[in-house]
């Protein structure tokens, strides 16, 4: 999904490319992208570009006459520029906005249809859709503490829920938590002050350093390589590979479509986090440290064979969405 750098970049993309343009129409290839009915689409035609802004992972075009285009890409949705009335993609396409200066495509890979397209009227229609989660690039410690701590959940899900922590996805809090040297699974009360402040650094530090990687990375050129598994990246989507800062395999934990990955040395004190099939299909021959799994695959016995290649194939590697 693409979270808060990928959102800044395709606006930052977008800013010279549509402000002040005309939004001349909407096609739209799948009925099911547009979520809204009032105002109706074809108000939009003919409105000038008035600005762009991101709420949460959703990016909000501002029109004249005071409407508001939302677009949520979700988990495997794109955005393409391509030159004015250009054909979008037949399988992928979504919608293309047809702008005087050339046509933004909505694109989703899959057969899930996730991603959606709204447009509302005025400051209080955008405002229905924001979740409330707090902008951490604008916010101090206490506000983040202070939200950190509204709810007791494990601070993987603290970042990723959207009504505490703005524009935070799976991937970012895997390298936000590898950065801070904190296990994904710790609850959000139990930490220190220490703890919380490294946290909170960590957190700024990873978002604005990606932003500007992603940047650097761009160029000139609209983002079209946009994806949750990124070369550079400490952990997510590096499974089995060696930590950049300790060498040991990264872990994974694995539950509905999401995964967690970490580094059980720099951010559990060496403890395996139970994957919750893996440890039933296991019993007791989940191991308990890094130390363990790594005895058992050296002696190529039975305890090894199950932790070590019975985990590595209970579970596909993570989807790569493409667009």
């Given at each position: ?125 955008v405002r229905a859709h924001d979740p409330g989660g707090l902008e951490v690039l604008g916010a101090d410690l206490a506000a ?166 019975v985990a590595s194939r209970a579970r596909p590697g993570p989807t790569r969405p493409s667009a």
């Open positions: 999904m693409p979270e808060l750098p990928d959102v800044v970049l395709y606006i930052e993309a977008l800013e010279p490319r549509l402000r002040g343009a005309r939004l001349e129409r909407v096609r739209l290839l799948s009925p099911f992208v547009l979520r809204s009915v009032d105002p109706p689409l074809a108000a939009a035609a003919g409105r000038a570009v008035s600005g762009l802004r991101r709420l949460g992972k959703r990016i909000v075009i501002g029109l004249d006459g005071d409407l508001f285009l939302l677009l949520h890409l979700m988990i495997a949705g794109r955005l393409h520029w391509r030159p004015a009335g250009a054909r979008p993609p037949g399988k992928i396409g979504l919608a293309a906005l047809d702008f005087s200066t050339g046509t933004l495509v909505l694109t989703e890979a899959g057969t899930k249809r996730r991603a959606a397209i709204h447009l509302v009227r005025g400051e209080e229609g983040f503490r202070a939200a950190l701590v509204a709810e007791n959940h494990t601070l993987k899900r603290s970042l990723t829920d959207p009504r505490l922590f703005s524009g935070i996805g799976n991937a970012y809090s895997d390298e936000i938590l590898h950065r801070a040297r904190l296990s994904p699974v710790k609850l959000s009360r139990q930490l220190t002050d220490a703890e919380s402040a490294r946290l909170f650094e960590a957190t700024r530090a990873t978002l604005l350093d990606w932003c500007e990687r992603l940047r650097r990375e761009a160029g000139a050129k609209f983002p079209e390589g946009v994806t949750a598994f990124r070369e550079g990246m400490a952990v997510h989507g590096r499974y089995g590979k060696p930590c950049p800062a300790c060498g040991a395999p990264v872990q994974r934990i694995v539950h509905a479509e999401n995964e967690t990955n970490y580094c059980a040395r720099c951010q559990t004190g060496g403890r395996l986090l139970a994957d919750r099939a893996l440890s039933r299909l296991l019993g007791e021959d989940w191991p308990q440290t890094l130390e363990e799994l790594e005895e058992r695959k050296a002696t190529g016995g039975a305890e090894g064979r199950s932790a070590g290649r």
